[in-house]
C-alpha cells in the first residue's frame, strides 16, 4: 500500500470532489441566494449562481447598525440588530463561564480524585444525553416562577452554562491528565499555592483543548433556538428565535431571510476554518474516550 | 503551616464547587422538577403549587393518544433510518479514502461546516432547495422534462426530505470519527495480513472493520443518541406536517408546550424521551465497561502466556 501512496487512482479524487459539491453546495446557495432580489429568486429564468448581485439584502437585515441609510429600506426593523448583539453577548459570556468553570472542575477531577473517574464520566455522559427539549418545560416553568430570570440575559445565560459544563469537563479531563505532574511539583516547590498553578502552570498548557471546548461550547449557544424561545421577551431575543419568527407560511422574502442566515452561520464557518483540527481532536476525544 | 494544609484538602472542594452549583441549580434540579410535574394537571399560566396532583394520568393519556404513539414511532423510524444509512455511507466513505490523499485535511474541515452551522439555518436553506417552485430541486427536475416533487407536503416525500437533510449534516460526522479510528489501527496487523496474501476486501472485513468495532459501536450510539435530539431542522422544514408524518417526540414535546400549554403532558412526554435516552446511554457506558475488561483480561492472558 506505501508503494501506490505518490500515484493514486484520479476516481478517489473525483470521489472527494463530489464530496465536496455535496457537502458544499446547499451552503453556497444560501450565500448566492442572499445576494438575490426577491424577483430574481422567484423568476425561473435567472440562474441559481450567475445573477447580477446585490446587498439590497443585507441592508434590510442590517439597517439599524449601519452607519448609512440604504435608500430602498423604507421602514428599518431593527429586530435584527439588536438580536445580533443579544446573541455576540449572551455567547460570548457564557462560553468564558463554561470555560472558566469547566476547566476547574476538570482540574479538580483529575488531580485530586476524590470522586472515581468512572462515576464523572458517567454522569457527564448522562447529563449530555438530555435534549434541550427535554428541559424545557422545567426550565420554562422554575425561570418563570421561582427564580424570576425570564426573558433576563442572565436566565439564558444560566441555562446555556449548564448545557454545556458536562461536556466541556469531559473533554478537558482528557487534556488535563496528559500534563505532567513534575511541572506542578516543581512550582510548588517555588512556593506558588493551587490557585497559581493552575492559572499560571496548567491552564497555559492545554490551550488546544481549551480552544475546542472554547468552540463547541460557543456553537452551542450561539445556536440554540428552543430555550431562548421559550425564555426570552422581545427585547432580550436572540439571532435563531428571531429567524423563526420571521418565516411565515406562505411568501417568504427568501432573500433577506438568507442574509439572516448567513449572519448566523458566518461565525461557526470562520471558528470552522481557523481551528478545524483542535474541532477533529475535540470531536474524537469526546467520542472514542467514552 | 497548618492553614496551608487545611487550604491544600479544601482546594479541590472550591475549584469544584462554581460548576456543581451551576449544574445542581440548573440541570439536575430541572429534571427532578419535571418528573414531579409530569404528574401534574398544569398550564402556563400556573405556579407549580397551584397545579392538581393528577397521578399518573399525564402518562395514562398518552398511551391512549394515538398522535402521540404515532410521533413515538416516527422519531424510532426516523433515528433507525438516519443512523443507518449515515453509519452506512459514512463508515464506506472513510474505508474508500483511507489512504495518502492530497487535500484530505481540507476535506475534513470542509466536512465539519455542516454540524456547525445552526441547526435552524440547514433547517432554512434546504427548506429553500425543497421549495415547490423556486428550490434547486424542482427547478432542476423540470428543466429535465420531469415532474416536480412534492418535497414537504406529501406525506411520504416530507420523511425523505427530513431525512436527506439529516443525512447532509451528519454523516460527516460519522465519517471523521471512523477515519480517525481507522488511521490508529495497529499497523502490524495489516501488514501481517498483507504478508498472507490478504486481499484488500479481506483486509477491510477480517481486520479493519473488527478492530473499530468499540468506536464504531460508541459512534453508533452517540449518533443515535443525538437522533432523538433533533428537532430545529425538522421544525423549520415541515414543522412535523404533513399530518404527523415528520412529527418526532421532541418536536411534539415544544409544540405540546408552545401551542397546546399543556405543560404537565409535556413534562410526561419529555419523561418517556428521557427514558429511552437513558437506557441508550447505559446499554453503551456497559458496553464501554465489557470492552474495558475483555482488554484488561486480553493483556493479563498475554503476559502469562509471556511468561
Known amino acids: 500500500m506505501s508503494v501506490q501512496k505518490e500515484t ?26 442572499s445576494f438575490k432580489t426577491n424577483v430574481d429568486v422567484y423568476d425561473s429564468s435567472v440562474s441559481a449562481f450567475f445573477f447580477a448581485p446585490t446587498m439590497a439584502n443585507y441592508e434590510t437585515v442590517l439597517c439599524d447598525v449601519l452607519w448609512y441609510e440604504p435608500s430602498h429600506v423604507e ?47 458517567m454522569t457527564t455522559l448522562m447529563m449530555r444525553m ?7 418545560v422545567p426550565v420554562f416553568g422554575i425561570w418563570t416562577f421561582q427564580y ?37 511539583e516543581a512550582a510548588r516547590m517555588d512556593g506558588a499555592n493551587p490557585i497559581q498553578i493552575f492559572f ?24 440554540e433556538f428552543l430555550l431562548g424561545n421559550a425564555l426570552l421577551d422581545r427585547n432580550t431575543r436572540t439571532v435563531p428565535v428571531t429567524i423563526v419568527n420571521s418565516i411565515t407560511e406562505y411568501d417568504i422574502n427568501w432573500g433577506v431571510i438568507m442574509a439572516t442566515g448567513m449572519l448566523l452561520a458566518i461565525p461557526p464557518i470562520l471558528f470552522t476554518f481557523v481551528a478545524s483540527k483542535q474541532i477533529i481532536t475535540g470531536m474524537t476525544a469526546g467520542a472514542v474516550k467514552g | 503551616m497548618s492553614i496551608a494544609n487545611k487550604a491544600n484538602r479544601l482546594t479541590p472542594y472550591v475549584f469544584m464547587a462554581p460548576a456543581a452549583i451551576i449544574l445542581t441549580v440548573a440541570l439536575l434540579y430541572p429534571i427532578c422538577y419535571m418528573i414531579y410535574a409530569s404528574f401534574l394537571d398544569w398550564s402556563p399560566s400556573q405556579r407549580i403549587g397551584e397545579a392538581d396532583f393528577v397521578g399518573l394520568r399525564n402518562y395514562a393519556n398518552l398511551l391512549q393518544d394515538a398522535a402521540f404513539r404515532e410521533s413515538f414511532w416516527v422519531t424510532i423510524k ?80 416530507s420523511f425523505v426530505a427530513v431525512v436527506m437533510a439529516d443525512v447532509w449534516q ?20 495489516l501488514e501481517a495480513a498483507e504478508i498472507d496474501g490478504a486481499t484488500e476486501m479481506q483486509k ?30 425538522i421544525m423549520v422544514l415541515t414543522n412535523g406536517g404533513p399530518g404527523l408524518s415528520t412529527e418526532i417526540v421532541a418536536l411534539r414535546i415544544f409544540r405540546t408546550a408552545q401551542e397546546f400549554q399543556e405543560l404537565g403532558e409535556a413534562a410526561a412526554m419529555s419523561n418517556t424521551l428521557l427514558m429511552v435516552l437513558m437506557a441508550l446511554t447505559i446499554g453503551m457506558f456497559m458496553y464501554n465497561k465489557m470492552q474495558e475488561n475483555r482488554a484488561v483480561r486480553m493483556k493479563a492472558a498475554a503476559s502469562k502466556g509471556a511468561v
Open chain 1, 8 to 33: 493514486q487512482n484520479p476516481m478517489f479524487y473525483m470521489l472527494m470532489v463530489v464530496l465536496v459539491v455535496m457537502s458544499l453546495g446547499p451552503i453556497v446557495l444560501m450565500l448566492a441566494t
Open chain 1, 75 to 121: 421602514y428599518c426593523d431593527p429586530t435584527f440588530g439588536r438580536a445580533l448583539g443579544n446573541s455576540i453577548y449572551v455567547a460570548l459570556v457564557s462560553t468564558g463561564l463554561t470555560l472558566l468553570m469547566g476547566c476547574m472542575a476538570a482540574y479538580a477531577l483529575v488531580r485530586f480524585r476524590f470522586m472515581g473517574r468512572g462515576t464523572v464520566s
Open chain 1, 130 to 136: 438530555v435534549p434541550p427539549a427535554v428541559l424545557l
Open chain 1, 148 to 184: 424570576g430570570l425570564d426573558g433576563t440575559f442572565t436566565g439564558i445565560i444560566l441555562v446555556y452554562t449548564a448545557m454545556n459544563l458536562p461536556f466541556v469537563i469531559w473533554i478537558l479531563q482528557s487534556f488535563i491528565v496528559q500534563v505532567p505532574m513534575q511541572l506542578e
Open chain 1, 200 to 223: 499560571l502552570v496548567v491552564l497555559p498548557i492545554i490551550k488546544p483543548g481549551l480552544a475546542a471546548a472554547a468552540i463547541f461550547t460557543f456553537r452551542i449557544a450561539w445556536n
Open chain 2, 78 to 157: 426516523f433515528a433507525a433510518v438516519v443512523v443507518t444509512l449515515e453509519m452506512i455511507i459514512g463508515v464506506g466513505l472513510a474505508l474508500l479514502l483511507d489512504r495518502n490523499i492530497k487535500g484530505m485535511s481540507t476535506l475534513r474541515t470542509i466536512f465539519i461546516l455542516p454540524m456547525m452551522i445552526a441547526p435552524i439555518v440547514v433547517g432554512l436553506m434546504w427548506r429553500y432547495m425543497y421549495h415547490p417552485t423556486v428550490g434547486i430541486f424542482n427547478r432542476t427536475l423540470k428543466s429535465w422534462g420531469f415532474e416536480g416533487i412534492p418535497w414537504l407536503s406529501d406525506s411520504n416525500w
Open chain 2, 170 to 189: 451528519w454523516t460527516p460526522f460519522i465519517f471523521i470519527l471512523s477515519l480517525a479510528a481507522m488511521q490508529s489501527l495497529p499497523r502490524s496487523a
Open chain 2, 204 to 233: 477491510i472485513f477480517f481486520i479493519k472493520l473488527p478492530l473499530m468495532l468499540p468506536v464504531l459501536i460508541v459512534t453508533l450510539m452517540l449518533r443515535l443518541i443525538d437522533a432523538f435530539k433533533v428537532l430545529e431542522v
